[in-house]
């Protein structure tokens, strides 16, 4: 990764003391600026010519805290994405910290050299996703208004339909094609079913004077096959002796675009980066629901486990971070292959991996768990002209009822792992329930 130009907003001498000692271990030279509040960001933003590549930010300083320490941030050092830095592992209010404008948050006591770096780079790559996406709706938007698009009208009394030769082009049609839908009705029953509702609901709403105007998001057929995303807007123009429509007119525009790039960054919300993994957010979401689960039915099961990578500093420091990337991403596809459709797989962060097994009892987590276990152990990656092997520690817990919440089975399988490293690693360890301590068990 190329050098990044860094503003550190931290008045904690110790955490800025951990977070600069953290990249410094990265190898990449950085420049870090390293700022104590809000203001002194507001000096220091004067004095640049250019940008900074990313700010890290500390909600809580001396002259801002929580969510208004980021909403000011933003104001202040438009162009720069946002990575913020809490305390807390909450992930509700994390939430709030993305929806508040940061592309990304981090917990201070799990800080490492290189989840700071992926934080960042995401970071970056997210703000570039929004920047592209907020400049293809403002040119939409000019466009509507310039009336510069595809142009459409309906005459309701014969259902007859006239497009313009943009958008019938768009659809893989030309204006004398005998295959082009020739009614409105017909163009209507080309939509994407699940679009059918939304799209007649919205029409209907702006008919019967609900609306001033009708407007839609919709995929329509191409004549290849493949469905493109419109959006379509217009009113009527002319009513009857009896308040019925006669006469809509209207616009209409490929957003195909648009919504790929939509599609991506959900995708850039929900998954890791590097692994294609859920990342710690969304599993711990898929964990909330299987959860609800569990304690509706009393008949129901569901297994946790916990895994990460035996050594796995090791092959950092000696092979390098590109070998490193490459065994995480080999561990995710080895493991992926071994689980269900329906099983739920998680990078939590670093080498730290959760598998979540709905309709699964604690037996059938532990045949699972061996099942993976195997796999990683029999598994090879290219490095400098080798075949690295590697290996993998886990801990298997269950979802319980009478938990408050779910990640206290994720707890209890951290502890089963903690003590499957402790007694030699690559090894299953499940956790029981006995009349004390948690006790972890050897498989």
């Known amino acids: 990764m190329p050098a990044l130009d860094i503003i550190l907003i931290e008045d904690e001498d110790g955490d800025a003391g951990l977070i600069r000692y953290s990249l410094k271990l990265s190898g990449g030279d950085h420049k870090v600026t390293w700022l104590t509040s809000l203001d002194a960001l507001r000096q220091h933003l004067q004095s640049l010519d250019s940008a900074a590549d990313v700010i890290l930010l500390d909600l809580n300083l001396p002259d801002s805290t929580g969510l208004d320490t980021v909403y000011r941030c933003k104001a ?81 009394n014969d259902d007859t339909y006239f497009n313009s030769e943009r958008l019938v082009n768009t659809l893989g049609f030309q204006q004398d094609d005998p295959e082009r839908p020739a009614s409105a009705s017909q163009w209507m029953s080309e939509i994407h079913p699940d679009d059918q509702a939304a799209f007649h609901e919205a029409l209907e709403q702006h008919l019967t004077h609900q609306t001033k105007r009708y407007q839609s998001e919709f995929r329509l057929k191409h004549k290849q096959g493949h469905w493109v995303w419109q959006f379509a807007s217009g009113h009527v123009v002319s009513w009857d002796s009896n308040g019925k429509p006669e006469r809509m007119v209207g616009i209409q525009q490929d957003i195909s675009e648009r919504k790929a790039m939509e599609e991506q960054l959900r995708n850039l919300a929900m998954q890791d980066p590097l692994t294609g993994l859920l990342n710690r957010r969304s599993f711990m979401q898929a964990m909330n629901q299987e959860h609800a689960r569990v304690k509706r039915r009393v008949d129901y099961s569901a297994g946790i486990l916990m895994l990460d990578i035996d050594h796995f500093k090791q092959v950092n420091d000696t092979y390098g971070h590109a070998v490193g990337d490459n065994v995480l991403k080999a561990f995710a596809s080895t493991i992926l292959g071994n689980l269900r459709e329906n099983d739920v797989f998680g990078r939590l962060g670093g080498e730290e991996f959760a598998i979540l097994l709905p309709d699964t009892p604690l037996e059938g987590a532990i045949s699972v768990a061996e099942k993976v276990r195997a796999s990683v152990e029999a598994m090879r990656v290219g490095a400098d002209g080798k075949r690295l092997g590697i290996t993998t520690s886990i801990g298997v817990d269950k979802l319980r009822a009478e938990d408050k919440r779910p990640d206290s089975a994720l707890a209890r399988a951290d502890k089963a792992l903690y003590k499957a490293k402790q007694n030699g690693r690559n090894w299953v360890y499940r956790q029981e329930n006995g009349m004390g301590e948690q006790l972890a068990t050897p498989i």
């Open 76 to 156: 202040m050092a438009r162009g720069t994405p946002i990575v913020v830095l809490t305390g807390h592992d909450d992930m509700d209010f994390s939430l709030k910290a993305l929806e508040a404008g940061a592309q990304d948050y981090l917990i201070k006591n799990q800080l490492e050299a290189d989840s700071l770096l992926r934080a960042m780079r995401y970071a970056m790559e997210r703000y570039q996703l929004e920047h592209r996406l907020q400049q293809s709706e403002e040119l939409m938007m000019a466009a509507i208004e310039g009336g510069n698009l595809s142009v459409w009208e309906w005459n309701l």
